[in-house]
């Protein structure tokens, strides 16, 4: 792609000034509607910084300091993914730029409209093994949607328009700008650009679904007596909740989602199983396992979703509605494939039904499913001697309902999918890469994004050393983000997998030794810090985290060897999960022996069935 379209279209009517390339770049990120970066400086890039820093003093914009490159990318992620916004990122050349990889790769794996600006050494010394030189360019060419090195700095504001316009378009992604340090010093004749003068020749994202497909669509829909919804990421992306909803409704369908899926149909909703996959309720992949029809919205099939792709939904015709055309069959042939936006494909979907469906059609569907919705319930197991991980998170979620949450990647992160019920943009967790240190860099950036909204993050003793300089951020700008830590002193879903699959074999998993004292680490960077050992300490705590009035760290211990279930293993259809629990149905059943006549009542009557006393 080139800029000169670009350039051609907004030089009308537009006055001449002499300026920087460095000038340039910070001019058109404020006019984008760029209001915070996430960055860490370095030789190459400092004439960008420099700008940075003269529109920071015109309040123009606000730059946010990591102490980590991969921190920025990973704030920039979560402030995007929280307000549907493009996130920015700023790092130097060589290794700032390439601490940015792992951030862009997550944002990539994930579709997060992100715009990484890197610093490169000045264009003479380009492939000549100059200090800190890097090919960041080849480097993220499998990661990124596009990329560009900045040749000419009149160039620089039509690249950072046709940047923004490619990393949110059609299927969102990152998008690198690479910036010469002599690029950023030149100064040219510079003609601002504008978002809406963005045209870019052969790229155009199809959104809108094909008529005839659609048609297909709902002659499928109307047929079906075991449909399901499995609705993932891209309708989070699209905005498309209400579109969902009204569709399930008005058919009578469950609902499944993914991991990236949360928030985008309400889990209170009765219609909804909750999340699907390897870790997902037992209902959700019984349901997937047997239903007619699956409509996936914005979901990819991944492999953590249908581990046995020939035993997925083997029962079920398919209908695939996706932005990306490359994933619409990429996994699993539909039967219905519909290339479009979720929010608009669906708008034309419901448009053109007619009355209401039969919700009698897929009664006997809804019944099975609630039967193992009371078969096989997610539960909050409690001990005598020690808190579980699944109590920490469940009284993190009813004291703060309504918060922003994101997590790390591990077992607390499935615990916290199965039982936090967020709403839209809501959810922000690293899925597709599973980046471990993800979390508290993604809630800063999301604090940043949502203002007053409460941000927490949850994570765990292994995740969150990764990171963990990041108090310092959130110290310096007194960012109030919460973040719980589940402290099992485990690498905690590896010591799971070593346990069930290599022979109780714990290499290099275990965290006790050398465990930093958090609450004292927290405080070292001016953070709050409450530790909590004890199950009576637990839900205090949790409060006095709320209501503290900047950023906290919370260190729960949890039994050390709880694992997370149900779970699907590898290779395995669906419905062939284990650590599920006896079904309800098959239990043997308690009684209670009545003193004064000797009959035999069921443990839950409260008086005995044949002379009323009181058991």
């Not at 209001?35 to 123009?60: C, M, N, S, T």
């Not at 492939?127 to 040749?151: C, M, N, W």
């Not at 597709?432 to 604090?447: K, N, S």
């Not at 714990?506 to 001016?526: I, R, T």
Request: hydrophobic share 40%.
């Amino acid at each position: 792609m080139t800029s000169t379209s670009v350039k051609t279209a907004v030089k009308a009517n537009v006055g001449l000034q002499r300026a920087t390339g460095a000038f340039a770049l910070i001019d058109s990120l404020v006019r984008h509607g760029v209001r915070h970066v996430f960055g860490y400086p370095g030789g190459a890039i400092l004439p960008v910084y420099d700008e940075l820093y003269k529109a920071e003093q015109r309040g123009d914009i606000q730059h946010i300091l990591v102490r980590h490159e991969q921190a920025a990318s990973h704030a920039a992620d979560g402030y995007a993914r929280a307000t549907g916004q493009v996130g920015v990122c700023i790092a130097t050349s060589g290794p700032g730029a390439t601490n940015l990889v792992t951030g862009i790769a997550t944002a990539q794996m994930d579709s997060v409209p992100m715009v990484a600006i890197t610093g490169q050494v000045t264009r003479a010394a380009i492939g000549s093994d100059a200090f800190q030189e890097t090919d960041i360019f080849g480097i993220t060419l499998p990661i990124v949607k596009h990329s560009y090195v900045v040749r000419d700095p009149a160039d620089m504001a039509a690249i950072v328009a046709e940047a923004f316009y490619i990393a949110q378009s059609g299927r969102p992604g990152p998008v690198l700008i690479d910036v010469p340090k002599d690029v950023g010093l030149e100064e040219f004749d510079y003609v601002p650009v504008e978002p809406s003068s963005v045209a870019i020749p052969g790229y155009k994202p199809t959104t809108r679904g094909n008529p005839r497909q659609i048609s297909n669509a709902i002659a499928l829909l109307k047929a079906a007596k075991k449909p399901l919804l499995y609705v993932g990421g891209g309708a989070v992306i699209s905005g498309a909740h209400a579109e969902i909803a009204q569709l399930a409704e008005h058919f009578q369908i469950p609902v499944t989602n993914t991991l990236m899926g949360k928030g985008a149909f309400d889990e209170q909703n009765p219609l909804s199983v909750g999340m699907l996959g390897m870790h997902g309720t037992a209902y959700a992949n019984f349901a997937v396992s047997e239903c007619d029809l699956l409509v996936a919205v914005g979901a990819r099939f991944d492999d953590r979703v249908a581990s046995n792709l020939k035993l997925f939904a083997q029962h079920a015709k398919i209908i695939h509605i996706d932005i990306d055309p490359a994933e619409v069959g990429k996994c699993k042939l539909p039967d219905v494939p519909i290339v479009g936006d979720v929010k608009t494909v669906l708008t034309e979907l419901l448009s053109r039904l007619e009355g209401t469906a039969d919700p009698a059609q897929t009664g006997a569907w809804r019944a099975r499913i609630q039967q193992w919705k009371t078969d096989y319930p997610l539960t909050v197991p409690t001990y005598s001697d020690k808190l579980s991980p699944q109590q920490v998170i469940a009284e993190v979620g009813r004291q703060a309902p309504d918060a922003f949450y994101t997590t790390d990647v591990g077992q607390h992160q499935m615990w916290s999918a199965q039982f936090l019920q967020n709403g839209p943009r809501k959810w922000i967790s690293s899925a597709g890469l599973g980046t471990m240190g993800y979390g508290m860099p993604a809630a800063l950036g999301a604090q940043m994004g949502v203002g007053d909204n409460q941000v927490i993050c949850i994570s765990g003793d292994a995740s969150f050393q990764m990171n963990l300089q990041e108090l310092a951020t959130l110290a310096q700008y007194n960012i109030k983000v919460k973040t719980v830590i589940v402290n099992n002193g485990w690498q905690g879903m590896v010591r799971q997998w070593q346990q069930g699959f290599y022979g109780e074999r714990y290499a290099s998993s275990n965290m006790e030794v050398g465990m930093p004292d958090f609450e004292k680490l927290a405080e070292a960077f001016g953070v709050k810090g409450i530790v909590v050992k004890e199950s009576g300490q637990l839900n205090q705590a949790i409060a006095d985290m709320l209501s503290h009035d900047g950023p906290v760290l919370l260190d729960v211990w949890v039994r050390r060897d709880e694992n997370c279930y149900p779970m699907v293993p590898p290779g395995n259809n669906n419905s062939q999960m284990i650590g599920l629990p006896e079904p309800a149905t098959k239990r043997p059943v308690e009684v209670i022996h009545c003193n004064s006549c000797g009959a035999d009542n069921k443990a839950t009557h409260k008086f005995c069935s044949e002379c009323g006393t009181k058991l």
